[in-house]
């Protein structure tokens, strides 16, 4: 599976960025899809997921601000960010698994920026 990613950038706080997450290759495997986040000297992690069925998962720093959606057609995730604050600076990566509990996978988008200035 090939995840290319998109969507970056710099915002203030407060404001609005969508990331988008374009997955090819061997799709029919993936049942999870993922963003995962980086921020210098923090280990990574995962910033929400959702299920072929819609399901979803949140970290809770980001519940209530983040929306993670997918369109299961074109096997592209979204990532609506909201309410943006200085601590979501970071690179995020989108993933794709088989399930919750593989998560993640080796499955990697390139990493895009996310800065939020205050």
């Known amino acids: 599976v090939q995840l290319q990613a998109s969507g970056g950038g710099l915002v203030q706080a407060g404001g609005s960025l969508r990331l988008s997450c374009a997955a090819s290759?061997?799709?029919?495997?993936?049942?999870?899809m993922g963003w995962y986040r980086q921020a210098p000297g923090k280990q990574r992690e995962l910033v929400a997921a959702?299920?072929?069925?819609?399901?979803?998962k949140y970290t809770d720093s980001v519940e209530g601000r983040f929306t993670i959606s997918r369109d299961n057609a074109k096997n592209t995730v979204y990532l609506q960010m909201n309410s943006l604050k200085p601590e979501d600076t970071a690179v995020y990566y989108c993933?794709?698994?088989?399930?919750?509990?593989?998560?993640?996978?080796?499955?990697w988008g390139q990493g895009t920026l996310v800065t939020v200035s205050s």
């Open positions: 993933n794709a698994a088989s399930s919750i509990t593989t998560m993640p996978s080796a499955s």
């Open positions: 290759g061997s799709t029919f495997s993936i049942n999870v």
């Open positions: 959702i299920m072929s069925g819609g399901r979803t």
